[in-house]
Structures are given as C-alpha cells and as structure tokens.
C-alpha cells in the first residue's frame, strides 16, 4: 500500500478508523526527511494492514502544531488511536521494522488500562483538589 497525504481534513478520521497508523511528519526542503522518504514507502509496500501516512508540515502547521512537532521528520505511530511511539530523526529500515514489530506485539488491552486507570487517578486528584 502507498503511503496517504494526511491534512487536518481527514487526519482524525484516518487514525479513528484504522487499527494501526504509522504518520511522517516532513517538509519537501528537509533533507533527512529526503532520504527517510523511501525508507518509509519500502515499508509501507511490506506492511499491507498498516496505514501510512505523511503530513506535510509546511501545508499542515496547525495539525504539527497540534503534536508539538518541533524537528522533521517525526515518526508517529498509532495503534487503536494510541501514541505508541514519537521520535524524531530519520530511521534506518531495521529500526523502523523493530518500531512495527514492537507495536503489533503490544498488549493493547493491558495499554487501555493503564491509560484509564491514569485517568481516573488524574480525575479524582482534581476532585479532592490536590
């Protein structure tokens, strides 16, 4: 599968309807992200039940200022509308295929657990107003 352009359009609706979303964040004058560009389209022909998307940061500030992204590329990967992983840096093939592995692999029930067990604890700490 290429890899999708994603926008403020149709960026929520991309990581809401599909299990799994690995998004570049890039600029077309970036050199790194240049030469990750292939790196993630070799990726995204292996990997059939991954989305991969790439957000133009120079057409999408608002969606990169939205994650904070303050140095391209960024990698971003979503499973289940979870950031699993952000770094930023280009990646050699082997480590963006660990990054996939480790993803699939996780435990996602386990990951929704503790993200709600962490909101709830934020919650009634802002109730009893500590």
Same mark, same amino acid.
Request: glycine content about 6%; some cysteine.
């Given at each position: 599968?290429?890899? &999708?352009?994603?926008?403020?359009?149709?960026?929520?609706?991309?990581?809401?309807?599909?299990?799994?979303?690995?998004?570049?964040?890039?600029?077309?004058?970036?050199?790194?992200?240049?030469?990750?560009?292939?790196?993630?389209?070799?990726?995204?022909?292996?990997?059939?039940?991954?989305?991969?998307?790439?957000?133009?940061?120079?057409?999408?500030?608002?969606?990169?200022?939205?994650?904070?992204? +303050?140095? &391209?590329?960024?990698?971003?990967?979503?499973?289940?509308?979870?950031?699993?992983?952000? #770094?930023?840096?280009?990646?050699?093939?082997?480590?963006?295929?660990?990054? &996939?592995?480790?993803?699939?692999?996780?435990?996602?029930?386990?990951?929704?657990?503790? &993200?709600?067990? +962490?909101?709830?604890?934020? #919650?009634?700490?802002?109730?009893?107003?500590?």
């Amino acid at each position: 599968m290429a890899t &999708i352009a994603l926008t403020k359009d149709n960026f929520e609706q991309v990581v809401n309807g599909n299990d799994m979303v690995l998004v570049d964040f890039w600029a077309p004058w970036c050199g790194p992200c240049k030469g990750f560009a292939p790196v993630f389209e070799a990726s995204s022909e292996k990997h059939a039940d991954i989305v991969f998307g790439k957000v133009n940061t120079d057409d999408e500030q608002d969606l990169a200022a939205s994650f904070n992204i +303050r140095s &391209i590329p960024t990698l971003m990967f979503f499973r289940e509308k979870v950031i699993l992983f952000s #770094q930023a840096g280009a990646l050699p093939g082997s480590a963006l295929e660990q990054i &996939i592995t480790q993803g699939r692999e996780l435990d996602m029930a386990m990951v929704h657990k503790e &993200i709600a067990e +962490r909101e709830a604890g934020a #919650q009634q700490a802002s109730v009893e107003g500590k």
